[in-house]
């Protein structure tokens, strides 16, 4: 597939992007149609989430992907992404020690043709982080709500509320950083304690339900759209709904409203 004629975005450009206040503009995809219209609508790194275990094989958690699935649809979104930075989801325990994790980046890197591998957790993932970066495998980390751990959780929530759970995510932020990862992804996290990460961050930060000062935002695609089945997250917004222009217009009004910085709204965020 063709893409846009835009130069391609690299861990350069995301860098540089948080260097000058430039937002980052983050949506997840899972086949190479969707990806061709992200792309056209300038969002700037596809995401193939695990969350296609729930919103597109119908599945109740993220728990049941694998990495086959996730090889799949990574090279499926690649032939669509154009000049988009593609970052894969590292599925549930596809990085429980550092072999198995360079084994498994190695595969959507290779067949998949993923750009970044982004995994859950802190403190307790750095070795993996390590080792990946050790061998030039670029990474974003995944702090606040990981809802790979679900079942240990028992229901999704804001993480980072009180102060010694807000000291523990500015400490995991810190050392999933120095540890080598190139981004920080944080969801559900309060807006000030996003904000407070984001200011004192190496890495460019992303922020799902994490308010309006990280230096990037990600939705899930099919939220965006409001064709995900069920309740869908406070922080979600369907732009689709009641607006010209099909789903090219709803993405780029969202590109827009990210970059603007007017997404999320203080509706979308928490305290
Ligand atoms: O799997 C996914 O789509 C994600 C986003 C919710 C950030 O990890």
């Known amino acids: 597939m063709t893409g846009t004629t835009r130069p391609p975005v690299t861990l350069a450009t995301l860098r540089r992007m948080k260097r000058e206040g430039e937002r980052i503009a983050m949506l997840t995809a899972y086949d190479a149609s969707f990806a061709a219209r992200l792309d056209a609508a300038g969002v700037d790194v596809v995401l193939v989430g695990d969350s296609l275990g729930m919103v597109v094989q119908g599945q109740a958690t993220t728990v049941p992907v694998t990495v086959d699935h996730m090889v799949y649809h990574t090279a499926c979104v690649s032939r669509g992404a154009g000049a988009m930075l593609v970052m894969a ?4 325990l596809s990085f429980r020690d550092p072999a198995h994790a360079l084994d498994n980046a190695a595969r959507l890197m290779q067949e998949g043709g ?75 996290v309060p807006a000030a304690l996003a904000a407070e990460i984001t200011a004192q961050a190496a890495v460019p930060t992303i922020g799902i339900g994490a308010g309006p000062g990280c230096d990037g935002q990600v939705l899930v695609l099919y939220d965006l759209l ?46």
């Open 226 to 271: 409001g064709i995900t089945p069920g309740p869908v997250p406070r922080f979600a917004a369907d732009f689709l709904t009641g607006r010209d222009g099909g789903i090219a217009g709803a993405l780029q009004a969202w590109v827009e409203a990210v970059k603007a910085g007017t997404f999320p709204g203080p509706e979308h965020a928490f305290q």
């Open 89 to 92: 989801d590292m599925p549930f």
């Open 114 to 188: 993923a750009h970044m591998v982004k995994l859950e957790g802190g403190r307790d993932v750095l070795p993996v982080i390590e080792a990946l970066a050790g061998n030039g495998i670029p990474v974003c980390g995944h702090i606040g709500l990981q809802p790979q751990s679900i079942h240990k959780l028992g229901a999704y929530r804001v993480q980072g509320r009180g102060p010694e759970a807000a000291e523990a995510l500015r400490e995991a932020a810190r050392a999933v950083a120095a540890a080598g990862a190139d981004l920080l992804l944080m969801e559900c």
